[in-house]
């Protein structure tokens, strides 16, 4: 023979059709694409610089991959640029930025899914900022973030065609915590949202009543580890009468894509029956407590400071 043929047993990667070739793609993600794929070969590095290929970003990663070396802002930003304006759908886990989102958003007006899980170092201000200028947005993910109503508030503002929200937090049952901030701007924002995933909020029956209310058109309600909730009565058969799928608070987990571990305060496990000096029958403060009965209003910084200082010479 006078050359060597390819291995029957190794499919031709190179010659798969261009359409099956970019599918391939798009479930391998943003981050292997561009470190990776787009140098295998000349007609690969082509197919990964169309802006089609690039509608979608998913820059899905696992937390412990944060510490790889690797520049995923900049990853982001260059992936975001070869879309030239037609990014439809982004996802970014754990490195995003206040500056990668206004990146994105003076680059993607025509966003309409926007997914943001465990991005801390975003801020309200520079999600208020962005947010504005994506008025398609349909579908917005916001989990473990650290926000607050106010971003809420601007995101039902900005994005009248919203029909899907997701804000997910850790959830727990002690210490108890009630805040229903949350469930009131959605209440008062988001009038045309279908879809609603609230995994671990502190909202009360008042908070999910409101959103009954201001939502008229929800379909689906997921409030698993919402442990404020007590779904009884006619709150429960309002539910059951208006929404298609509801999840209730102490329904299984296993189908929920981040970790559903309990964290429970004092160290006694998730399960609340190890309580042995009987504190999770303390009530404690709400959000509507102004102030702590045995707070001291005279012990300021300056004897704190003081405090310290005393408590480190006297080393005790």
């Known amino acids: 023979m006078s050359g060597k043929t390819a291995d029957p047993e190794w499919p031709n990667w190179v010659g798969l059709p261009g359409d099956v070739t970019a599918l391939i793609f798009s479930k391998l993600g943003g981050i292997e694409v561009m470190t990776s794929v787009q140098y295998v070969c000349s007609s690969w590095l082509k197919m990964c610089k169309d802006p089609s290929m690039w509608r979608t970003i998913d820059m899905h990663n696992l937390e412990d991959e944060y510490g790889m070396d690797l520049d995923l802002d900049m990853i982001c930003r260059a992936a975001v640029d070869r879309s030239n304006g037609h990014l439809s759908s982004i996802n970014i886990e754990y490195f995003g930025t206040d500056e990668l989102l206004r990146y994105i958003a003076d680059r993607s007006s025509h966003l309409t899914n926007l997914r943001l899980a465990n991005c801390y170092s975003i801020s309200d201000r520079g999600l208020i900022d962005s947010i504005a200028k994506f008025p398609l947005l349909e579908e917005v993910e916001l989990s473990y973030c650290s926000l607050s109503k106010e971003s809420l508030e601007a995101v039902g503002r900005s994005c009248p ?55 008229p058109h929800l379909k689906s309600l997921d409030l698993r580890q919402c442990f404020n909730i007590n779904l009884a009565g006619n709150l429960k058969k309002r539910c059951l009468e208006k929404i298609q799928d509801l999840r209730c608070p102490n329904d299984s987990t296993s189908d929920y894509e981040f970790d559903a571990t309990l964290h429970d305060g004092y160290g006694y496990g998730s399960d609340g029956d190890d309580d042995p000096f009987g504190m999770y029958d303390i009530e404690f403060m709400s959000d509507e407590d102004d102030d702590n009965e045995f707070s001291d209003p005279h012990f300021d910084e300056y004897d704190r400071d003081e405090y310290d200082y005393n408590y480190n010479e006297d080393g005790f």
């Open 161 to 215: 065609l919203l029909k899907s929200l997701k804000l997910n937090s850790q959830g727990y049952r002690y210490p108890l915590i009630e805040c229903n901030d949350d469930a009131l701007a959605i209440a008062e924002n988001m009038h045309e949202l279908r879809h609603l995933q609230l995994f671990g909020n502190k909202l009360t029956n008042s908070g999910l009543e409101a959103i009954l209310n201001g939502c």
